[in-house]
C-alpha cells in the first residue's frame, strides 16, 4: 500500500508563502493523479488542488492564482506551493492519490499524519 508523508506546514504571517511536499512509497505514483486536501476545525476535509499524471491541474476556486500544485515523478513527490496565504487557508493540510468518480476527484488511498497550517500576525 502507497504511504504518503506529508511535511512543510507550519505558521506564517497573512500573505505569507510556504511550500509543502509530500512523498510517496511505491510505483503507483507516475501512473495517479494526485491531490491536496486541507480540514479546518469544524469543517469537511476539501480537496484545493489536483495533478493528473499528464500534469494537468486544477483548484478550487478560494486558492486559484495562490496556490500551485506539482509533482516530480521521479522523486515519487507532490508539492503545493502556496503564496498569498489568509487566516482562512489555516487547516491541516493531507494530499493522496485521486480517481475520478464520474463527476469529480475522489481520494482513492489511506490517509497520512498531515501538516498542520496556520496564518496568523
Known amino acids: 500500500q502507497v504511504q504518503l508523508v506529508e511535511s512543510g506546514g507550519g505558521l506564517v504571517q497573512p500573505g505569507g508563502s510556504l511550500r509543502l511536499s509530500c512523498a510517496a512509497s511505491?510505483?503507483?505514483?507516475?501512473?495517479?493523479?494526485m491531490g491536496w486536501y486541507r480540514q479546518a476545525p469544524g469543517k469537511q476535509r476539501e480537496l484545493v488542488a489536483a495533478?493528473?499524471?499528464?500534469?494537468?491541474?486544477n483548484y478550487a476556486d478560494s486558492v486559484k492564482g495562490r496556490f500551485t500544485i506539482s509533482r516530480d515523478n521521479a522523486k515519487n513527490t507532490v508539492y503545493l506551493q502556496m503564496n498569498s496565504l489568509k487566516p482562512e487557508d489555516t487547516a491541516v493540510y493531507y494530499c493522496?492519490?485521486?480517481?475520478?468518480?464520474?463527476?469529480?476527484?475522489?481520494?482513492?488511498?489511506?490517509w497520512g499524519q498531515g501538516t498542520q497550517v496556520t496564518v496568523s500576525s
Open positions: 495533478i493528473t499524471s499528464g500534469g494537468s491541474t
Open positions: 493522496n492519490a485521486l480517481g475520478w468518480g464520474g463527476s469529480s476527484w475522489a481520494p482513492q488511498g489511506s
Open positions: 511505491g510505483s503507483i505514483f507516475s501512473i495517479n493523479a
